[in-house]
C-alpha cells in the first residue's frame, strides 16, 4: 500500500508523542511492505511563533491533500494564564476538525489487564469494561456565538446543535454498535436544555431504523457517575461535543491515564488520529510522556483509513506485550513496578518496536 501521512506535532508533549507514532508507521511499512509518504506541518503555539497563526495555510493545505494525519496536542502555559489572548494554540485545533469535517470523534475505552493496578478505580469494578465513545466535535458551545458585555462582567457561549449535525454522528454510532454489542447510550441534559431535547429527539427518531440496537438515554449528570460506578454497564456512548470531552477524560481512569487513549476523528474526508490528552507543560521537554497514546492512534489510523486490520492488531498486540513485560512510563507505573522497568518515552517507544 502507498500512502501520504502528515504528522501534525503541534506543541509540548506532542512533539515527543508524534516521534514515536512515526516510528512505529516506519516499522509497519518494513514489515508488511508498504510505501508510507510522511510530510509535517505546524500547528498551535509553535505555529504562532513561526507564522502568527494558529492553523497556518500551508498546514490547511496539506492537509486536504494527504490520506491521513496524526496530530500531537496543542497547548502553551502562556495562553492557560492569559485567557484573553486573542490568538490562541486551541483555535487552531478547532479550525482544522471544521475545515476537514471531523465531525465524529471516535474515543475506544480499553484496559490493558496489565493496568489493572494504574487506575485508582478498584480492579473488579474495571476488568472487562470496554467502551466506544463516540463525541460530536463540529458544534456546541466549542463553535456557538461568544459574546462578553460592555462592562466585560457577563459572557455566554451559544450550545448550538442542528439536527443534521445529530443525525449524521448517530447514524456512525448505530453502525459500530451493531457490530458491538448491540447497545447504545446517549448521553445529554434534555431536562434542561434545549439543545438537549434536540439532541434526544434526533436520536429517537435515528434508533428507529437500527431495531437491533437496544437505545438508552442518560443524563451527563447520571452518566458521569455511573461510568465509575459501573463502567461495564456502557458498550457504544454518543454524546455532544462537550459532554464527550468532559466523559472521556473521566473514561481516562478506567483506561489508567491519559497517557494510553488514542482516539480518531473521522468525516467524510480525511480521517484525523490523535491522543486524547493535551500538551502536559507538567512533563513537556522531560522525555517522560507516555507514547503508547499516540501508538494505539496509529493502530486506528492503519484500521480506520487505510483498512489495515491486521497491521493494527500487530500494534496493540505489541502494546500489550510491552505492558506484560512488565515496561512503565510513570504515569501507569505502580509500587510493583521496579526501577529497571521505568520507562523514558523513549524507551517505552523502543520496546514496543521490538515487539512488533
Ligand atoms: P493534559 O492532557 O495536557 O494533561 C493532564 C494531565 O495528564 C497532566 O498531569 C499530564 O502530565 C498528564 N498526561 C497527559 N498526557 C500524558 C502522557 N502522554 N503521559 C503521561 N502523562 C500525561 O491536559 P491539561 O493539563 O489540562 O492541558 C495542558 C495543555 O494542553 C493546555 O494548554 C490545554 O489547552 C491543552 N490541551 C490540548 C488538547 C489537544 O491538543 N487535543 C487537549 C487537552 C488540553
Known amino acids: 500500500m502507498n500512502k501520504n501521512i502528515l504528522i501534525i506535532p503541534g ?12 516510528k512505529v508507521l516506519e516499522a509497519i511499512a518494513q514489515k508488511y511492505n508498504h510505501t508510507f509518504h510522511f510530510d509535517t506541518a505546524l500547528m498551535g503555539h509553535v505555529a504562532i511563533e513561526a507564522t502568527g ?7 490547511l493545505a496539506k492537509a486536504k491533500t494527504t490520506d491521513a494525519i496524526l496530530f500531537g496536542a496543542i497547548g502553551h502555559i502562556k495562553y492557560d494564564n492569559d485567557p484573553s489572548a486573542k490568538v490562541r494554540p486551541e483555535q487552531g485545533l478547532l479550525k482544522i476538525r471544521k475545515e476537514l469535517g471531523l465531525y465524529a470523534n471516535l474515543r475506544p475505552i ?6 489493572l493496578g494504574a487506575s485508582s478505580i478498584k ?27 460592555e462592562d466585560r462582567l457577563t459572557a455566554s457561549d451559544l450550545m448550538v446543535y442542528s439536527a443534521y449535525e445529530i443525525e449524521r454522528i448517530a447514524h456512525k454510532a448505530y453502525k459500530a454498535a451493531q457490530t458491538r454489542s ?3 447510550c446517549s448521553v445529554d441534559k434534555a431536562n434542561v436544555l434545549e439543545s438537549s431535547r434536540l439532541w434526544r429527539e434526533t436520536v429517537q427518531k435515528i434508533a428507529l431504523q437500527y431495531p437491533d440496537v437496544a437505545t438508552e438515554h442518560m443524563f451527563i449528570d447520571n ?6 460506578k459501573d463502567p461495564k454497564k456502557f458498550d457504544v456512548v454518543l454524546t455532544a461535543n462537550l459532554f464527550g470531552d468532559i466523559l472521556t477524560d473521566e473514561a481516562s481512569q478506567i483506561a489508567g491515564s491519559m497517557g494510553m487513549l488514542a482516539s480518531a476523528s473521522i ?12 500538551s502536559a507543560h507538567d512533563i513537556a521537554g522531560k522525555g517522560i ?12 489510523m492503519l484500521d480506520i483509513s487505510f483498512g489495515l486490520q491486521n497491521e493494527a492488531k500487530n500494534i496493540i498486540s505489541a502494546v500489550e506485550k510491552t505492558l506484560k513485560q512488565g515496561y512503565r512510563t510513570a504515569d501507569i507505573a505502580d509500587k510493583t513496578t521496579t526501577e529497571n522497568m521505568r520507562c523514558s518515552t523513549q524507551k517505552m517507544g523502543e520496546i514496543v518496536i521490538q515487539n512488533l
Open 123 to 149: 480492579p473488579e469494578i474495571l476488568q472487562g469494561a470496554d467502551i466506544l465513545f463516540f463525541r460530536e466535535l463540529t458544534g456546541d458551545v466549542y463553535f456557538g456565538e461568544k459574546k462578553r458585555s
Open 289 to 300: 510522556a507516555n507514547p503508547l497514546a499516540s501508538i494505539l492512534s496509529v493502530a486506528l
Open 182 to 184: 448491540k447497545k447504545l
Open 267 to 278: 468525516g467524510d474526508s480525511v480521517g484525523f488520529y490523535e491522543p486524547i490528552h493535551g
Open 53 to 59: 497563526n494558529p492553523l497556518p495555510d500551508e498546514t
Open 11 to 22: 506543541d509540548g508533549i506532542g512533539q515527543e508523542v508524534t516521534t514515536w507514532g512515526k
Open 110 to 115: 480499553k484496559l490493558f489487564d496489565e493496568l
Open 223 to 228: 452518566a458521569a457517575m455511573q461510568l465509575i
